[in-house]
């Protein structure tokens, strides 16, 4: 039975496991993108979601909380410089992992890890378009008000050296 089991053991003690990722989430802070086997990603993934969504807010608390965690300074510095401010519009969904297919000793399941904004190949060079999110807000009405057309000023009427009073729009 599974009563109460949440989360992948990995057939680890819980120190091991703490350990482990740990310092898989360090590698993958430090290099953008690791490759390990597909368990091991989930479970990654379900370990440095909330630390990346702590790194947002740069408080003394945030980065005690991520630093008791992951126990690297300097992951934590590059967690908090450099990963935060590209991942700050983004709402969640911070990582991808990409099967690879299997090992060739055991034939396990192997998986790409990978911050998402730091892929150049899926979105070079373009700005990546912020999506809205449709939690409990009406439709945003765009406020169409109908202005008075204004006059264009055309070469002829500044030849005849009058004066051009600006259009005040009555609201």
Do not use: W
Request: one cysteine or more.
């Amino acid at each position: 039975m599974r009563h109460g089991k949440k989360f992948n053991h990995l057939g680890r003690k819980t120190a091991h496991r703490r350990a482990m990722l740990a310092n898989m989430a360090c590698s993958l802070i430090e290099h953008k993108r690791i490759n390990t086997t597909l368990a091991k990603a989930k479970a990654l993934k379900q370990f440095i979601e909330p630390l990346v969504t702590k790194s947002k807010e740069d408080t003394t608390h945030n980065r005690r909380v991520v630093f008791s965690r992951i126990r690297d300074k300097y992951a934590v510095t590059e967690l908090f410089r450099e990963v935060a401010p590209k991942v700050g519009d983004r709402p969640g969904g911070y990582t991808r992992i990409i099967k690879l297919g299997n090992r060739l000793g055991d034939n396990a399941d192997m998986a790409m890890i990978e911050l998402v904004d730091f892929n150049e190949l899926y979105n070079p060079g373009k700005p990546a378009k912020k999506k809205s999110t449709r939690r409990g807000r009406g439709k945003k009405v765009e406020e169409t008000a109908v202005e008075a057309p204004q006059a264009e000023v055309t070469p002829e009427k500044k030849a005849d050296n009058t004066e051009e009073k600006p259009e005040t729009s009555q609201e």
